[in-house]
């Protein structure tokens, strides 16, 4: 499953996972606060795609 982390935090960017089925940017939900440190998160280059593979 992918998750969006934001780059500065280093924290997952959104609650629920929207990308993972299709393995892509969100680019129409931005500006959205970030769900670890709640602050406004202005386009794709603030965060990148993590694969979680689960524990
Ligand atoms: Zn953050």
Do not use: N, Q, W, Y
């Not at 500065?8 to 129409?28: Q, T």
């Not at 440190?37 to 524990?55: H, N, Y």
């Amino acid at each position: 499953m992918l998750v969006l982390i934001h780059k500065e935090c280093g924290g997952p960017a959104l609650d629920e996972s929207p990308v993972g089925e299709v393995c892509a940017i969100p680019i129409d939900r931005f500006p959205f606060p970030c769900f670890s440190c709640l602050e406004e998160i202005d386009g794709e280059s603030e965060v990148r795609l993590s694969e979680e593979i689960g524990f």
